[in-house]
């Protein structure tokens, strides 16, 4: 059975927010939205669900339609403008569930976008649950097949090997910039060699990677299925699954997302008609792709926190990626 092979996933906890306290008139993401809604009425609370350097994410109560809460996201540029033509064109394209969208206007620094979206509420995906499983495995096929025959790989991203080769070049290049930082210890300096030596290993034999590649299914990809990154929702026809986060999505290959299927026999199932070649071994095998490729996006992500003078916590987290990085490796029998 394919889906031994993908370990059922504990049930999340949903990230508990922070309320913001005091005049919320001023507060930025409520500027942002009355340039879209001059006439909207102030929010009833505010709550922190991410804030850091690159992004901020908040919840609004009572501005929505019908006095609902709406999410609004600060994130780069790029980001929200992938995210938008994914909320905005390509699911309504494909007749998939989804958030509905808002709009997007630029932050007064045109680095930064803010995005606007329906809460996706509370319930969570627990692939614990058979049924969640099966809904999860169902949206996952349907995405993956739709997509495929639809003319969305025009508009979207690059998510192809060549993505995953440049994030191993720029994760490269963060840490050997980051390797004069005075925080770093013999033994973090040691770490991040023998990535280093990983990376220009995996580099040097990356036409291996592409001939594993080759002939798989190309299509739309969340890139981040994590289970956090999903919300349920009951309705008359049964589950129905809400994907938010697509910040990765793109054009490519499906190794990252079929490394999150709860179930890949009835993947398989359901994609038979589509792609009929696709079958238990080539599966498996574009999960193993999948975790080399998340391993990297993991790297590159944490390398970018090297140049601050607290490395304790990136540096121990990229030693579990390092060895994560290797066990892909040496799954895909690149040598």
Not at 101 to 122: K, N, Q
Not at 158 to 168: H, N, S, V
């Amino acid at each position: 059975m394919f889906s031994s092979h993908i370990p059922i996933q504990p049930i999340p906890e949903i990230a508990a927010s922070v309320m913001i306290p005091g005049n919320l008139s001023e507060h930025p993401a409520v500027c942002a939205w009355r340039k879209l809604q001059p006439a909207c009425v102030d929010p009833g609370s505010i709550d922190v669900l991410k804030r850091n350097k690159k992004s901020a994410i908040y919840r609004l109560h009572g501005i929505g339609p019908g006095a609902s809460a709406v999410i609004a996201k600060r994130c780069v540029t790029t980001t929200a403008l992938t995210e938008r033509l994914i909320y905005q064109d390509v699911l309504p394209a494909l007749a998939l569930p989804g958030l509905r969208y808002y709009g997007c206007i630029e932050d007064c620094s045109t680095e930064f976008h803010w995005l606007f979206l329906e809460d996706a509420g509370s319930s969570p995906y627990l692939p614990v649950l058979p049924a969640h499983r099966r809904a999860g495995a169902r949206w996952l096929a349907h995405m993956h097949t739709s997509a495929a025959e639809s003319p969305v790989a025009a508009v979207l991203p690059d998510r192809g090997p060549g993505f995953y080769l440049e994030q191993l070049r720029l994760a490269r290049k963060n840490i050997l910039d980051s390797c004069s930082n005075p925080a770093l210890q013999a033994r973090d300096l040691a770490v991040l060699q023998e990535l280093t030596a990983q990376c220009d290993f995996l580099e040097s034999r990356w036409d291996q990677v592409q001939r594993i590649c080759q002939n798989a299914p190309q299509t739309l990809v969340h890139g981040d299925l994590k289970a956090k990154n999903i919300r349920i929702q009951d309705t008359p026809k049964g589950i129905a699954v809400l994907a938010f986060d697509w910040e990765l999505a793109g054009w490519g290959i499906p190794a990252t997302d079929l490394l999150r299927c709860p179930d890949l026999d009835l993947y398989r199932s359901e994609t038979r008609g589509t792609w009929p070649g696709l079958d238990g071994q080539r599966l498996r095998k574009l999960v193993e792709v999948g975790k080399l490729f998340r391993a990297l996006i993991a790297i590159y992500w944490k390398s970018l926190a090297l140049s601050f003078p607290w490395v304790e916590w990136p540096v121990e987290k990229l030693r579990l990626y390092r060895s994560a990085l290797a066990e892909a490796i040496e799954s895909l029998g690149i040598k």
